[in-house]
């Protein structure tokens, strides 16, 4: 006992002794706390058992696989992998169904043990054969569910971490790419893309992106425990693209809804999205006389075909109600969404329609209503989307999408004062500073 004590001492020592860079500087928040270094406390103080040391390696690690159970005190960091369930943990642990059915019904926290997932971590402490200690298994960095043992009784409770936000800010000047340049100021891939989204009605990030271009940027961190956790949402952006600038609020609205909006107050957001597909060719363009493959026969095309893979998911281009959801000869499988008086929107040969979506269900701007198919008179995979104005075809591709309502003055004057002092804030968010700055920082 005396021996595994001063082990594991000199095990704690050793890391003690491991330097504080070997983590990457995204991992460690600004106190120095890292969930790293949880991780690696456990598992070098748990690697080896007294009794193993002087024993062949390969004897070591047979003996690794099957744990050591006669230890007095063990904490046992256990990774679920697929397949596994509480029962076949314990098992692995020697730990008996008897002690597993006495947790289970420790409470009502205790059952949500029941649903362990793949991925989550289970903590346990072990004290004497077939005895816990404690158990916990953290269901995410926020969430976990403790077992303590009291007298001949186990108690449950669960636990939910306060994540704490902060407002970060960050600044870049184009050089290459979008990507370089946002990377370069601090952003994930994912925030560069959600800035990219925010300003894709103002600026087409394909074609028209020139060097000199900047941007800043206000967005949240959430923290946990002074460490971070994730980014959040972006409050305040900026872009100025080819010497005109853009910029985009976040405003919440009474019902909760959470928008943007410039400072003008006029939508970020159009009625509607270009293209119901991601990322699908355009395999047939809007023509007035086009040679139709499976009747033989020259008729018009009333709509544009996007060829993609059966099953890709097929969004609604623009919130609005469903008026036809069914079967129409040629045109298969299909779903017509009503927008407002004026608008619908036709999508046809889907496969299968989307469950959630009902004849009359309401659909929000980009919400999957199916999924590409072939059905009716198709010769391969593909979404035929049609646009039509007061019931006449309009070609989706180069249509004048309309702008999305303004806000109304009385909520307007709200987003003003809401966003006054991100304004002010965004305004002093230097790029050329902020870009030097972060370098000489890496020195
Ligand atoms: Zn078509």
């Given at each position: 006992?005396?021996?595994?004590?001063?082990?594991?001492?000199?095990?704690?020592?050793?890391?003690?002794?491991?330097?504080?860079?070997?983590?990457?500087?995204q991992e460690v928040s600004p106190d120095g706390g890292s969930v790293i270094k949880l991780k690696k406390r456990i598992s070098q103080s748990l690697e080896l058992p007294k009794?193993?040391?002087?024993?062949?390696?390969?004897?070591?690690?047979?003996?690794k696989l099957e744990p050591e159970i006669q230890i007095d005190e063990n904490l046992i960091e256990h990774k679920v992998i697929i397949g596994e369930s509480l029962a076949s943990i314990f098992q692995k642990y020697a730990l008996s169904p008897q002690l597993l059915h006495k947790i289970l019904n420790s409470g009502k926290e205790a059952k949500k043990l029941a649903k362990i997932k793949p991925g989550q971590t289970l903590k346990i402490l072990i004290n004497q054969p077939n005895t816990i200690k404690e158990l916990e298994l953290v269901l995410s960095p926020i969430q976990s569910i403790k077992i303590t043992k009291n007298g001949s009784e186990f108690l449950s409770e669960g636990f939910l971490k306060n994540t704490e936000k902060r407002l970060s800010s960050a600044a870049g000047i184009i050089e290459s790419s979008l990507f370089v340049a946002g990377q370069k100021s601090g952003?994930?891939?994912?925030?560069?893309?959600?800035?990219?989204?925010?300003?894709?009605?103002?600026?087409?990030?394909?074609?028209?992106?020139?060097?000199?271009?900047?941007?800043?940027?206000?967005?949240?961190?959430?923290?946990?425990?002074?460490?971070k956790y994730k980014n959040g949402a972006i409050l305040a952006a900026e872009f100025i693209n080819k010497g005109k600038s853009y910029n985009a609020f976040q405003f919440t609205s009474d019902n909760g809804e959470v928008n943007y909006y410039d400072s003008e107050g006029r939508s970020k957001k159009r009625a509607f999205i270009r293209t119901p597909i991601k990322f699908a060719r355009v395999s047939s363009r809007f023509s007035k006389r086009r040679w139709h493959p499976v009747l033989k026969k020259w008729r018009p095309h009333k709509g544009v075909d996007y060829a993609a893979p059966t099953?890709?998911?097929?969004?609604?281009?623009?919130?609005?109600?469903?008026?036809?959801?069914?079967?129409?000869?040629?045109?298969?499988?299909?779903?017509?969404?009503?927008?407002?008086?004026?608008?619908?929107?036709?999508?046809?040969?889907?496969?299968?329609?989307?469950?959630?979506?009902?004849?009359?269900?309401?659909?929000?701007?980009?919400?999957?209503?199916?999924?590409?198919?072939?059905?009716?008179?198709?010769?391969?995979p593909h979404l035929h989307y049609e646009f039509r104005i007061n019931g006449v075809h309009r070609n989706p591709l180069t249509v004048n999408l309309p702008k999305a309502e303004p806000l109304p003055r009385e909520i307007f004057i709200n987003f003003q004062r809401q966003i006054k002092q991100l304004a002010l804030r965004l305004e002093k968010i230097s790029a050329h500073d902020y870009f030097v700055k972060k370098v000489s920082d890496k020195r």
């Open positions: 006992m005396l021996y595994f004590f001063l082990l594991s001492t000199v095990l704690w020592v050793i890391y003690l002794q491991i330097p504080k860079d070997v983590f990457s500087p009794k193993i040391l002087n024993k062949s390696p390969e004897k070591i690690n047979r003996e952003l994930s891939d994912a925030q560069i893309m959600e800035m990219a989204t925010l300003f894709g009605w103002d600026i087409d990030f394909a074609l028209e992106i020139r060097s000199g271009d900047k941007f800043r940027l206000i967005y949240e961190e959430e923290y946990i425990d002074g460490e099953g890709t998911p097929i969004r609604a281009t623009g919130a609005g109600k469903v008026i036809f959801r069914g079967w129409k000869s040629g045109y298969g499988r299909l779903i017509i969404v009503q927008h407002g008086g004026v608008y619908t929107t036709v999508y046809a040969h889907m496969s299968r329609f989307s469950k959630k979506v009902k004849l009359h269900s309401r659909v929000k701007q980009g919400q999957t209503i199916g999924y590409v198919g072939q059905t009716g008179l198709a010769t391969g």
